[in-house]
């Protein structure tokens, strides 16, 4: 069984390129619908938890929350942009509002080397698109990078287990996106990085021709990609 990481979708545009990465530094990915409950994906192949963006503000009534569960299922996790802010309310900090919606390239100020920003370089571009922030930071939490206009554009928890990020690492824009990426997979998750779409494609070959047996499949092409990838490793 492969090691995972779980992202939860709060309906970022970015939610697929997060997996996408996270798949490039090979480490299975599933993305999950930010309302699923936590025995859904919780096994023991589970190593980590992503947050994803998403439109929405947390201070809205009626904006996405998630079951609280995934918190405390022992794995890291880290936040990113409206996941940061719902990790920081779940754990009883305080978010406010932007006075304007802040859209573009920072350069980040590292205060907090390890382990998320091990070998990324103060003053690197970032890329921001949020219109709150973490006003007040939970207890036991401490920033561990800031911007020009943001005292707290990075946090962590003393024990080193959660984390949040107000910019996008997972965007081309952020120069140093994936390495932050993989210091969360390596430095906090202590994944393998074993995972290949080869490995990924043989599994499902295999658990096909277990499933079909003798029986023969028809299969719906609409020329989409699910059904188009569906069709290749039927073949």
Same mark, same amino acid.
């Given at each position: ?114 382990? &998320?920003?091990? =070998? $990324? @370089? *103060?003053?690197? /571009?970032?890329?921001?698109? !949020? ?89 719906? &092409?609409?020329? =989409? $990609? @699910? *059904?188009?990838? /569906?069709?290749?490793?039927? !073949?």
């Amino acid at each position: 069984m492969h090691e995972k990481i779980i992202i939860l979708d709060f309906g970022s545009q970015y939610t697929q390129l997060i997996a996408r990465k996270i798949r490039e530094l090979q480490v299975y990915s599933e993305i999950a619908p930010c309302t699923a409950q936590s025995e859904r994906f919780a096994d023991d192949s589970l190593i980590g938890i992503i947050l994803s963006g998403g439109p929405a503000s947390v201070l809205d009534e009626g904006s996405p929350r998630m079951d609280e569960r995934v918190l405390q299922l022992g794995v890291p996790i880290l936040g990113i942009c409206y996941g940061m802010q719902l990790t920081s309310l779940n754990f009883g900090g305080n978010i406010g509002r932007t006075q304007t919606r802040e859209y573009g390239r920072a350069a980040i100020k590292i205060l907090r080397e390890e382990p &998320l920003f091990s =070998g $990324v @370089d *103060s003053g690197s /571009t970032i890329w921001m698109s !949020h219109g709150d922030h973490v006003e007040k930071l939970p207890d036991g939490f401490i920033a561990s990078a800031s911007t020009e206009s943001l005292p707290i554009a990075a946090f962590q928890n003393d024990t080193g287990t959660v984390f949040g990020l107000q910019f996008h690492p997972e965007v081309h824009h952020t120069e140093q996106g994936k390495q932050i990426l993989w210091n969360f997979l390596h430095n906090v998750c202590h994944a393998k990085c074993d995972w290949s779409m080869a490995s990924f494609i043989q599994a499902q070959k295999s658990a096909i021709r277990e499933r079909v047996g003798d029986d023969r499949v028809l299969l719906g &092409l609409s020329g =989409g $990609v @699910d *059904s188009a990838v /569906t069709a290749a490793l039927l !073949h």
